[in-house]
């Protein structure tokens, strides 16, 4: 069944520069930064959690695997597992130590938007070495580059949460895995995504952590999703749904139509399972302040500051344009020593 927040398919109505608007430099430069924020927003980086030794990929079936030896004791095996929701097929990867005899508490990863369970499995894998069973998935029309079916001009923050709430079933019901210590971990609107499902289903899950999550998206929505269609402005071709400019998403009349008149606050914070929350004070997209007003929201919160992190925590993270703006980072030793603390704390 489709989630009732679906709206139209159709693209956003195109907007044209009419030929005699005359933009003098100072406007033109506010409305491209305007532009570079929103899509650092919704591509949140190319490469979530990517620190260049992801391990290899199954693409043949659900049954294949590879193993990566680790240690004496330790091989963390990778397998597809697929899911589904409404007819389309939800590409995953999980990875697990192979040598385990007992069922193994779970982590579900959710990427930020425009990106693949790639830009997860570099967390899905150090998770697996902590002795976790992690997964990361595609989203159904999250990316151009998934694995999982389903259209990009269909995508909405709630198709996620369906795709999500598919894949944790599919999860829970996996041999090696100890369905009553499942957790949550999303970054940015993954992040976003998988606070609205904790909160739908408390039970479920015994934990969450969120990296930045994207609470503001409604505000950027209403905020920019005005400009609609650029045309030809110069050299940078055509900007389409609001979205074909360094390989953004396409924001569709579907997903502006679903979320811009959503109050996220209402609908987080009933979670009474504990929450860590991690974000970088310098976010320049989703400002921590959104973290601070959610952590008082949730009954068992911390919020964990990485001093001078933007909105990713790895050169990876900050993908393209925040290339172009000449920012770097690299925090994933802070990161994970917190991810791997909170998670062991409750197990």
């Known amino acids: 069944m489709q989630p009732k927040y679906m709206q139209s398919n159709a693209c956003v109505s195109v907007v044209y520069i009419q030929n005699n608007v005359v933009w003098d430099m100072k406007k033109t430069v ?66 697990y130590n192979s040598a385990s005899s007992k069922k193994l508490p779970a982590v579900i990863l959710s990427h930020s938007s ?34 999982s079916e389903g259209k990009t001009d269909e995508m909405t923050v709630f198709t996620e949460v369906e795709d999500l709430r598919s894949v944790v079933k599919t999860v829970k019901s996996q041999a090696n895995v100890e369905p009553s210590q499942v957790y949550l971990l999303g970054s940015s609107q993954g992040g976003l995504v998988s606070a609205l499902l904790a909160d739908e289903c408390p039970d479920d899950f015994a934990g969450m952590i969120l990296f930045y999550p994207a609470f503001n998206i409604p505000e950027m929505v209403n905020q920019f999703s005005g400009f609609g269609n650029w045309g030809d402005f110069g050299d940078f071709g055509n900007w389409g749904d609001f979205g074909d400019f360094g390989g953004m998403m396409s924001m569709s009349e579907a ?63 900050l993908g393209s344009m925040g290339s172009m703006m000449g920012a770097s980072a690299d925090y994933d030793s802070v990161v994970l020593p917190i991810v791997e603390s909170f998670l062991k704390s409750y197990k």
């Open 30 to 95: 506010i409305v491209l930064m305007g532009f570079i924020a929103v899509a650092m927003c919704f591509t949140a980086c190319s490469s979530d959690g990517d620190n260049g030794s992801m391990p290899p990929e199954n693409t043949e079936n659900e049954e294949t695997t590879d193993s990566v030896q680790t240690g004496e004791e330790l091989v963390v095996d990778s397998a597809e597992v697929w899911s589904e929701r409404d007819g389309n097929r939800i590409f995953g990867m999980m990875y």
């Open 114 to 147: 425009s990106l693949t369970h790639e830009a997860m499995s570099g967390y899905a894998l150090a998770i697996s070495k902590m002795g976790y069973a992690a997964y990361c998935f595609d989203f159904c029309g999250g990316s151009d580059k998934s694995k």
């Open 255 to 317: 997903y502006i139509n679903s979320i811009k008149d959503f109050d996220v606050w209402s609908h987080i914070g009933k979670f009474s399972k504990p929450v860590c929350i991690i974000h970088g004070t310098a976010d320049m997209i989703v400002p921590i302040s959104n973290s601070e007003k959610a952590v008082g929201l949730y009954p068992s919160a911390t919020l964990n500051k990485i001093e001078g992190a933007n909105h990713g925590f790895n050169t990876a993270n």
